[in-house]
């Protein structure tokens, strides 16, 4: 007997040597099937089967995480685990402005210049549009970089096809479109019907792809469509940033071959999406141990898996109106005022009469409790108008009783300190094992806040 593989239509039964996303005989999508043709000796006896696969011991199968494109954008490659899966679809979305096509566009030159087939795709922006943009942002334009701008699906899949790539970027997933259907470009059925045939190709196990899709957000900060667009992709990566600002924070809400919660640093410049390497020395500033500036406080948070060393910085000045202003640029204001209360309860510092003013160095925004004793340092050393020494943090949680509470992760954020040099961290009791104190670093552990103002102060000429 001889076999030989057809695509045949579940709705009208036409059949092609080659899969197609829409049936040439009744023109539905995505009712191409594969199956084998049987033939007999005698030659007229045809039996069609479905194409199926055997089921596999799960320890034998080849873990295709290993199989990555890993471009030279090092922020980028550790959010998403290591770099973009072969065989993988995942989308990048943001407000607009936050930088979405532009590092699209640099991880899809990066993948370019690695001898990876590229084309981007674009149903927003014309080919020049394009051109002035990686003119702007890219040292050189690579020869296997293509470019296509047209917002139809099918003319997408034939670029693909013909070009062969092995990574495709579609910006923006909701403005393209198949011609076939009715519905106009952007609405739920043209979206997952584009994003569906994507996947396929993506997961065609005879010629594996990377999609990159780049997705709209709405004005509630949520990635604009269905939710199935979420369930379908394999990894979501969300750009975070304010109007203005330089910091674009990439967050990894979804990832199948990697850790969720992942944050990448980036700064936006005129070159483009720029990774920030080394977070700890981007977000706070570099001073000589001598140097001691008042209302400044170090402390250590966790973005995902990686500790980052923060700077709080504190204004504390007398004010003249009946009410006193309240300003967190980086905290939550209820979070803020939480603070002062126990600040002014707990040790004995009024600031009924004063105006109060939190930010952090490069716009880092403090979502851990793990911060909270260092907003309260940098507020004491900017009323006392006192320094507090440049290799000391505060890493910890104060009670409204004003004691200090244990914070997770503590082993991870002390190795940081370590790497950058630092001498002196304190943290509530029991918080640190043993097997990670160092003779590098004297870990002073305090119960109450009092007793850290007392010991920081009174050591260094209060």
């Known amino acids: 007997m001889k076999k030989k593989t057809v695509f045949e239509c579940i709705e009208c039964g036409q059949q092609t040597?080659?899969?197609?996303?829409?049936?040439?005989?009744?023109?539905?999508?995505?009712?191409?099937?594969?199956?084998?043709?049987?033939?007999?000796?005698?030659?007229?006896?045809?039996?069609?089967?479905?194409?199926?696969?055997?089921?596999?011991?799960?320890?034998?199968?080849?873990?295709?995480?290993?199989d990555r494109i890993i471009t030279g954008i090092s922020e980028f490659n550790r959010v998403i685990g290591g770099g973009i899966v072969k065989d993988s679809m995942l989308i990048i979305t943001s407000p607009p402005g936050g930088g979405k096509s532009t590092l699209s566009l640099e991880i899809a030159n990066d993948a370019a210049q690695q001898g990876y087939?590229?084309?981007?795709?674009?149903?927003?922006?014309?080919?020049?549009?394009?051109?002035?943009?990686?003119?702007?942002?890219?040292?050189?334009?690579?020869a296997n970089l293509w470019i296509l701008s047209d917002n139809s699906m099918e003319n997408v899949i034939g670029q693909i096809e013909k070009i062969n790539a092995e990574l495709v970027v579609v910006d923006s997933i909701q403005t393209f479109a198949f011609e076939a259907l009715e519905s106009r470009p952007g609405s739920p059925t043209q979206t997952m019907e584009c994003s569906s045939v994507l996947q396929k190709m993506a997961k065609n196990s005879d010629q594996n792809r990377a999609v990159i899709l780049i997705g709209q957000m709405t004005k509630e900060d949520e990635l604009a469509g269905l939710r199935a667009l979420e369930h379908?992709?394999?990894?979501?990566?969300?750009?975070?940033?304010?109007?203005?600002?330089?910091?674009?924070?990439?967050?990894?809400?979804?990832?199948?071959?990697?850790s969720t919660g992942e944050m990448g640093f980036f700064a936006m410049t005129e070159q483009g999406m720029v990774s920030i390497d080394n977070p700890s020395e981007y977000f706070m500033t570099m001073r000589s141990t001598e140097e001691k500036v008042s209302g400044s406080a170090l402390t250590v948070v966790k973005e995902g898996t990686r500790p980052v060393i923060v700077e709080v910085e504190s204004l504390v000045s007398q004010t003249f109106m009946p009410y006193p202003s309240r300003i967190g640029e980086c905290l939550r204001k209820e979070q803020l005022n939480t603070l002062l209360s126990i600040l002014e309860q707990r040790a004995s510092m009024p600031l009924h009469d004063k105006n109060v003013?939190?930010?952090?160095?490069?716009?880092?925004?403090?979502?851990?409790?793990?911060?909270?004793?260092?907003?309260?340092?940098?507020t004491v050393s900017s009323i006392l108008d006192q320094g507090i020494p440049n290799d000391t943090a505060?890493?910890?949680?104060?009670?409204?009783?004003?004691?200090?509470?244990?914070?997770?992760?503590?082993?991870?954020?002390?190795?940081?300190?370590?790497?950058?040099?630092?001498?002196?961290?304190?943290?509530a009791p029991e918080s640190v094992s043993k097997s990670i104190i160092t003779e590098k670093i004297d870990i002073i552990e305090k119960k109450t806040l009092i007793s850290v103002i007392r010991h920081v102060f009174t050591a260094h000429g209060k």
């Open 17 to 66: 040597p080659k899969w197609n996303g829409q049936c040439p005989g009744c023109g539905n999508w995505n009712t191409m099937e594969e199956r084998e043709i049987i033939k007999g000796k005698s030659g007229n006896k045809v039996q069609l089967m479905h194409k199926t696969k055997e089921a596999r011991k799960l320890k034998d199968v080849i873990d295709g995480r290993s």
């Open 117 to 142: 087939r590229v084309l981007y795709a674009s149903g927003e922006e014309s080919e020049s549009q394009i051109k002035s943009r990686a003119n702007r942002i890219l040292s050189e334009i690579d």
């Open 357 to 378: 003013v939190i930010k952090t160095t490069g716009g880092f925004k403090l979502r851990e409790a793990a911060v909270n004793l260092a907003v309260i340092m940098s």
């Open 394 to 427: 505060f890493i910890a949680d104060v009670g409204l009783t004003g004691e200090l509470k244990r914070i997770p992760s503590m082993e991870s954020r002390i190795r940081e300190l370590d790497r950058m040099g630092f001498k002196k961290v304190y943290v």
């Open 232 to 258: 379908l992709v394999d990894t979501v990566l969300i750009i975070d940033s304010d109007k203005g600002e330089e910091l674009r924070g990439v967050y990894c809400s979804k990832n199948r071959f990697g």
